[in-house]
Structures are given as structure tokens and as C-alpha cells.
């Protein structure tokens, strides 16, 4: 069983991104050199830490030639980078197969040739489509996704897999809950803010409010994944990360009015889906990486509430 | 729920192959008119029944304006093309993802411009990768394909099950076995009785023989798409075909050898697999197609019987 690399430098890609910019703080700690690969449409500059073991470089993934030099003697890739906002598949649908499943094509050729021996991947419960079984756990199948997004991050797990049997590089498959921290501008809590901040006396709400689905804070979701890539060394790692707990959209709704004082009335559109392609009910089984010693340091709920209170602060006028 | 299309003309992509023409024929009896698309990388218009129903375009899938016309008024599609050399993957990594994924993108949006309302893909086993599970069932996961053409296969269904669910397409996704049968230039027995062209006295064998596959007739499996095409309506419905039997590479090598007079030697190249990404136990639970009234008419020893005798006739002199 090959062990993780402990040293040399670490190519992330989306690494200014709200996630992205927590992994490369925690890679800095290890004593990685990072380069980091962002075309900042959903990452900004300011979250990245200073280090001068840091280097960034935009460049967008589609365009493998601007950034193959980084891939140069890196012993990892962590690939994050994808399309931030999953409804805007459906209208172009080019969106999720160019940043989702071919960027990841030319992520996956750039370390086949500098020879990098390991590759993460940020993939999602998305792949799971509308999903039979809850908790859901890494073997369910078959894998319908009900989204081009989803469809993206499904066709780029099956890169990865090829490449890892092809070519000999260990991958680490992260199937994500929905992720929530500071440093977001997509997802259901900035959807929220942003409305009120437009209109205080009214939140509206796709859907009736009865979807139920699991939230992960951002610093626990890098911490599941340096924990299977510590731990789990066989060619290719399927790992989800989650909660084991889900909250509904009502109930997020009414945290979110209650933040802003409480005055605002809440409309539901109705309908148990937020939107075409939206995964109304979710919940990951996450026994697999509970077993390698990982656990989330927060239920669902608390994470909203640890987000909503950080929201308010960021938000709020100095 | 809605029933499958009885008229109106009928799009088939790789309609020239080995299963392309068997499916024409049968569509042709049903009284659709059929618009083959092939680029006869694989196939051959020879292959083709002759009538005033089928028009034959030659085309590429890769290049989308050179056939999005054929879609016009289509009810269907079977979208079957495909790169028919799966070991070639390895060497070139992007024949699989642009003859796969990206040629079944180009279909599957040259049928939503056009509102096609049905699309049957023919996928593979091999995205299951090494399953653990015998006979495997469509349930199965996680689908971890080990080779670039089961990676293209993998990418493509998820973008049919995306598609289907982003605007209303009834899918159809077929899992095959090997399937073998008259006109084909790939697989285990083409590869063998080329050998024994070239060297009448001695078969080289890939692998040490104990690679145990299901193998399906063509004309099995396209009446296998046919029943699950009319009797399942779901968005999408997955359908492994394959026999309820396996057969080893020797036993396959045996006969091949026998058929041939029986005086070669065979040679094993050794170890438990024929090549980089080749699945070497691959047997398939058929339960949930034999449900709709299919069985296949022999099972694997007899398809390769079948098979070895059509093709001692086909090659031996007038």
C-alpha cells in the first residue's frame, strides 16, 4: 500500500474558492509548496492565506496549455474547481461537461504527464440522482444524476477511475453533501441573505420547503478529506462527506428570517422541488470515513447556525 | 406513463456495425423509416438491409452540424456508435472521451433541439469496473471503470440520465456482455482467427485463459433493447444483457483452435489479465430484463459455438 506523500509541492486547483482556500491553509501546515489553479468565476484572491511558499496562477482549466508547467514535479492535485452555480446547467447545458467533466480530462492528462502520483477530486451527492436509499451510502447504484451538473461530476469520476487503472495514479473521490461556510456567493444561505437584503418583509422560497438534505461546514469537509488521504491508499477511494443528520428548507428559511429580526413573511412557490434538477431529499451514509477516525465536529443544524451567525457579522456594517 | 413511439422515422448512430444492422432490419419490420448515421470507423454500408426506408448518412458525431439535420421529425434515437477498439483507450485517452462521451453530448443535444422524445444508449459492463458482486446487478456501486473506454461509457450514461431529467427525454440505458455475432472486426474471436490467419500452428493467448466472460449473440441483444425499449417507460431504465453463464478465454481458445483442425499450440502470455484495463470476470444478473419476458435463445458457450462456425464459413473459400 503506497502511503501519502508527505512533502513536495501541491498543485490545487479551485483553490481560492470557499473550500479551496481552507485545503491550501491546511497543506501550508503540512509544509507543502501550493499552486494554486483558480479562474476566480467563483474564487477570490483575499481568502487565499500569504505564504511565500504559495504561488497562484489564473488560468482556466478548459485551457490545459496555460497551466500544464504547474503540474511539475508536484507529488499531489487536489481538483476542486467546477462550475459554482449547479442551475445555470439546465439553461447551458455546455456549462457542467466543459468545467465539469473535461476540465477534469485535462486536470487528469496535465498530472498523467508531469507524472503526479495522486489526484483528489470534489465530487458530489449529486451523482447519487434521486437516490432510493437513505442514508446513502458509496455503493448505491445505479447512478442517475438528475442535473447536467450532476452529470459533469458523475462523467468526471469515471476519468478518474479510468486514469487511476490506466495510468497508475491513487485517487481520492470525495461525494460531498451540500458544503457551507464563510467566503460562498452560491447555495441556499447566500440565496437567502441576498433576498432579504433586497426585500426585508419577504423570503421567497422554491419549492413547498419539505426538502431535507444534509449540510457540511467547509473546515470539517477538508478535514474528511486529509483524512482518507492519510488513511485510504487503495487505487481509487470513494469517500462521502456529510452529516448524519438533514434539516429541511423551512427550517433553514425560518433560522435565516429569525437572524434578520424576524419580520420578514416567508413564501413557498410550492412543489416539493426547488428547481429542475434539484435533489429534494439527501443524506449520505458516512460509516466509510467515520471508520478512518473522522467525524464532523458539527450536526446539520449547527452548521447552518455556525454559518448564518458568521453571515451576519460578515454582512453586518462595521 | 408514456408508450414507446410506433411510427415516425427513427435515428440509428453506428447503424452500419455488427448490432447497428440487426437493429435497422428489425426497425425497418416495425415500419419506421431509419436514418443510419455511421462513420464506418467500425462498420460497413454492406452490412445494411437494402430499402427505400433507410437513408445512410455518412458522418462523425464529433462534428454535430454534419448530422443534426438527420434529427428532424425523429420519435427516436439509438445511439449506439462507438470507438470499437477498447484497448486503443489506453494508448490515445482521448478516443474514449470524444468518441464516447463527447460524440453521446452532440447526440444527446442535437435530439433536445430537434424534441426527440426517446433515446436508447448501448453502454457496457465494464462500468462496473472489477465488480465484487457476480452475477452484477444494474444496482451496483460504486461504478469505478478501469479502463478509458469504460470511463467514456460511464460519462455518457451520465449525461443521458442528466438529459432525461433536465428535458423530459425517456431514456434507455443498455449495459452489455461481449456481445459477438457475424460482421464484427473486434473482440476475443476476430482477434483469434486472425492469429491462426497469420500462424496456422500457434495461438498466443493474453492473459493466462482464466478470464471467465459472458458473451450475448447480436441478434439477442437487440431483441433484448427492443423489450426493454417497448415494456419500460421510466425517465430512465437501466438493463444489464447478457446470458446467465460465463465462459473462460481457454475453453473460448480450445474451441477456436478446434474449429481450425486442432493442431496449434496455445500460448499464455500469463497473469489474471489480457491487458491494461481488461475486466477479467465479468458475469451479469439479467434478472430484471427477464422480468419483461426476455430471455436470451443460447447461452455463452453456445454464442461462441454459434459465432465460431458463421465465421469458419464467412472465411473459408467459395
New interface residues.
Partial sequence: MPSAPTSGPVVVTGGAGAIGSILVAALLRRGHAIRVIDNLSGGRVEQLPSSDRLRFVRADLREPATFQAEFQDAVAVWHLAANPDIRL??EQ?RI??ENG??AT?HV??AA?RADVGSLVFSSSSV?Y?AARVFPTP???????????Y??????A???V???A??YGLTAHIYRFANIIGPGMNHGILPDFFEKLRRDPTRLEVLGDGSQAKSYLRTEDCVDGMLTGFDRAREP?N?FNLGTTDRISVRSIAEKVVAAHGGRARIDYTGGPRGW??DIPQQLLAIDRIRRLGWNPSTDSAGAIDRTIAEMRRERSPA
Fill in positions: 446547467g439546465t447545458p457542467d461537461l467533466t473535461l480530462f487528469l492528462e498523467r451523482v440522482g458509496e455503493e448505491y447504484g445505479p447512478l442517475l444524476p438528475e442535473s447536467m450532476g452529470a459533469g461530476k458523475l462523467g469520476e469515471a476519468l477511475s479510468g486514469y487503472h490506466s481509487v470513494v429542475v434538477g
